[in-house]
């Protein structure tokens, strides 16, 4: 059924456990797994942060390509086929999110998956603005995933 999992990396505890579902399934069809991470260098957001913004970008570069890094080492340890890509805001002239589905239609990836790092409320957790934005703008399937800590009796 899935042929090409896209997976949406953002170096937290959700995205981790995206990428662990990820492996059951393409261990289980054989699928190959792209993982990818967004950089968000956009000017806007180097500014806010009131330093230099050349120095910040490089440190976002090198943050990034480590949690892509982690994730190939993962893969290679699982024997999943894999690829790896590391993308900046500015590649599909959009935010982070029509980034996600863009590369997920360029590929073609058959699923998406990525974890939500949204709060955990006592009956509903909230959904992330890049979750909820990726929910609205994909064809395919999204498998969304929860950090481990993240239980139904969380505040």
């Known amino acids: 059924m899935y042929?090409?999992?896209?997976?949406?990396?953002d170096g937290g505890a959700a995205?981790?456990?995206?990428?662990?579902?990820?492996?059951?399934?393409a261990q289980a069809t054989g699928a190959e797994v792209e993982?990818?991470?967004?950089?968000?260098?956009?000017a806007a957001f180097l500014d806010m942060?009131?330093?230099?913004?050349?120095?910040?970008?490089?440190?976002?570069?090198?943050a990034g390509e480590g949690v892509l890094?982690?994730?190939?080492?993962?893969?290679?340890?699982?024997?999943?086929?894999?690829?790896?890509?590391l993308l900046g805001k500015?590649?599909?002239?959009?935010?982070?999110a029509a980034t996600i589905v863009a590369e997920a239609d360029a590929w073609p990836a058959d699923l998406i998956a990525m974890g939500d790092g949204g709060q955990c409320g006592?009956?509903?957790?909230?959904?992330?603005s890049v979750v909820r934005e990726v929910m609205?703008?994909?064809s395919q399937p999204l498998l969304l995933a929860r950090p481990r800590t993240c239980s139904k009796s969380a505040p």
Do not use: N
């Open 3 to 9: 042929h090409r999992i896209l997976v949406a990396l």
């Open 15 to 25: 995205s981790d456990v995206a990428l662990d579902h990820a492996i059951v399934i």
């Open 35 to 42: 993982v990818m991470s967004v950089v968000d260098e956009s």
């Open 49 to 62: 942060m009131g330093t230099d913004p050349v120095r910040l970008a490089e440190d976002l570069e090198t």
């Open 69 to 85: 890094a982690a994730a190939a080492t993962r893969l290679d340890r699982a024997g999943v086929r894999y690829i790896t890509r």
């Open 90 to 96: 500015h590649e599909a002239q959009h935010d982070i």
């Open 122 to 128: 006592i009956t509903h957790p909230r959904i992330s």
């Open 136 to 138: 609205a703008l994909s």
